[in-house]
């Protein structure tokens, strides 16, 4: 009776032994990029306003902001908040400016043409406030003077 308890015991040791291969976790899916009034977050996205003449382009990577005034800001992209129909992205020049750009998803006229925007832009630029436009850097390269700028 006692090689049956002995190999009964061994089994159960074994039974209770953690596994050669530990189960990896998964790896969380990769969410999709946001999508905003139509404009697909995760393709470059150009934010321009009119007096004074400026533009924010979202390459992805940076935010890149130009005037006619020098000098151009750049600061690291980061992920967009988003809220409702709201993307707020706030980052940091490489002067220790603070920049944060606002998307809304509602319709938008620049004043100067007859373009309509799917989006809303609001940037702050350390205390300046700038009001404008935005939509893919793409649609706004391939449309003329009037009409809406969707690709």
């Known amino acids: 009776m006692r090689p049956v308890f002995a190999a009964l015991a061994l089994l ?10 530990p189960v990896q976790p998964e790896a969380p899916a990769e969410q999709p990029a ?3 009034g139509g404009v697909d977050l995760g393709q470059p996205v150009r934010a321009l306003g009119t007096e004074p003449f400026w533009s924010v382009e979202l390459t992805g990577t940076e935010l890149v902001y130009t005037s006619p005034e020098p000098p151009e800001q750049r ?3 980061p992920a967009p908040v988003v809220q409702g129909t709201t993307a707020t992205y706030e980052a940091e020049t490489a002067d220790g400016t603070d920049l944060r750009v606002t998307l809304i998803a509602t319709e938008c006229s620049d004043g100067m043409s007859d373009r309509t925007y799917p989006l809303t832009a609001m940037v702050k630029l350390g205390d300046q406030d700038l009001t404008g436009c935005a939509a893919s850097t793409a649609a706004v390269m391939s449309v003329g003077e009037s ?3 969707v690709e």
């Open 12 to 21: 159960a040791l074994a039974a209770c032994s953690p596994s050669e291969d």
């Open 147 to 149: 009409g809406p700028v």
């Open 34 to 36: 946001p999508v905003l």
């Open 75 to 77: 600061a690291p992209q």
